[in-house]
């Protein structure tokens, strides 16, 4: 099966069998606990709701379909994802080389929760050799986000996950932005990926949720032992809808990609614009990189207005269809100021030094008509 064909049928092929109900979409089992008819095994694969059940089945099968990885774990939230994922492959004393420009949760956890146990690196990882320069003896994962959050660079997954394979490390790549229907990670080497399925797979700004894919079964094992024992999971509901959302993920994220494109052209020729930063332009110095591990640029962009901080908070102030909101992802069109926002609990030295200046201005781009959504920046830029 192609990508869409998986998107909407994976993990939900009817139930034909006599006396089921053939339902199309996946069904909501709220119960948190399923009868058997022996004290040995489950009758129908399910014990306790935490552990499985059949909704979150259905999602985690299609989310492993999506990455082409053998399995995939339903989470409550990105972060849930994460801390999971770190209390799986990481012990006391290791060490992890993360990129300098990571989302905000991300660093939190990493800087304010992990770091009494765990040591960190953050580097410069547009340039490959910065992370080979950071492999310490007790190195043993890379954590990267590409693009990154909010200044869109780059990291070559191929050549960070062949550096990472000589030494044992594992590669685990934040795949929130691109969704695997513009990258595919694990096609490039890397050995884990993470999503915010928060953001474009769940797709309407509805459902709080986060997953993992990957294909090594060993570490599969010990993520899932993890999941239950850790307990962040999803209520069947949630991953009703991130199953649905999944649905019209190509649709949407075409339709993003499409009016990102647009709107960075747009604002790369505004005379009040000064820097726009998008993978997909030409001017993007690592556009070629993007071309050769992304099929397509996606719907996040980053600009930087001419004035002051002062000129930025008022432009945002006269932008009508754009809700000024953090988040990201959702069919609707968001913008905020990440200094102010999103980024503001990073130290205002690490800020600046990392490019996040106040006239920085993010957007997640909907899929909204173009027209109106290049008619409310020309009347806020004025
Ligand atoms: C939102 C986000 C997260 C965290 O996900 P939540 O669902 O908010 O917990 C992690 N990484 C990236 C890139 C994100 O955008």
């Not at 800087?111 to 050799?129: G, H, K, S």
């Not at 060993?218 to 009703?240: E, H, M, R, W």
């Not at 339709?255 to 997909?280: F, I, M, Q």
Request: charged share 25%; aromatic share 8%.
């Amino acid at each position: 099966m192609r990508f869409v064909t998986k998107a909407i049928h994976v993990g939900e092929e009817p139930d034909l069998r006599e006396g089921s109900s053939g339902d199309v979409a996946v069904p909501i089992h709220l119960s948190t606990t399923f009868a058997r008819k022996d004290v040995e095994k489950p009758t129908g694969g399910y014990e306790y709701s935490r552990t499985s059940n059949p909704a979150r089945d259905a999602l985690e099968k299609k989310l492993a379909a999506l990455e082409n990885a053998e399995f995939g774990l339903a989470f409550a939230s990105g972060m849930a994802a994460e801390s999971t994922l770190l209390l799986s492959l990481l012990k006391s004393g290791d060490h992890v080389v993360a990129c300098d420009d990571l989302y905000g949760g991300t660093r939190r956890l990493f800087r304010d929760v992990l770091q009494n146990f765990v040591e960190f690196t953050y580097v410069d990882a547009r340039n490959p050799e910065n992370v080979k320069k950071a492999i310490q003896g007790n190195t043993k994962l890379f954590w990267m986000e590409t693009p990154t959050n909010p200044l869109m660079r780059l990291c070559d997954i191929e050549a960070i996950a062949k550096i990472a394979k000589k030494k044992n490390i594992v590669t685990v790549i934040d795949n929130t932005f691109m969704t695997p229907c513009f990258q595919k990670p694990l096609d490039f080497g890397a050995d884990v990926v993470v999503h915010s399925t928060t953001k474009y797979l769940g797709g309407h700004s509805d459902v709080v949720g986060g997953a993992i894919m990957l294909s090594n079964e060993t570490l599969y094992k010990k993520i899932k032992f993890n999941q239950n024992a850790v307990g962040a999971v999803p209520s069947p509901f949630d991953c009703f809808l991130v199953v649905r959302g999944i649905k019209t993920l190509r649709l949407r994220m075409e339709r993003h990609d499409e009016n990102a494109r647009a709107l960075a052209r747009y604002l790369e020729s505004h005379p009040k614009v000064k820097k726009v930063y998008y993978p997909g332009l030409p001017s993007h110095p690592q556009h070629e990189l993007a071309k050769k591990q992304m099929s397509a640029f996606g719907g996040m962009l980053s600009f930087e207005i001419k004035g002051t901080a002062e000129d930025a908070k008022a432009f945002l102030g006269r932008v009508k269809i754009f809700a000024l909101a953090e988040s990201l992802g959702g069919v609707e069109s968001l913008i905020e100021h990440p200094a102010l926002m999103t980024h503001a609990s990073i130290p205002e030295g690490e800020r600046k030094r990392i490019g996040i200046t106040d006239t920085l201005i993010r957007v997640s781009v909907g899929t909204e008509d173009i027209e109106d959504l290049l008619g409310d920046l020309e009347q806020a830029l004025g």
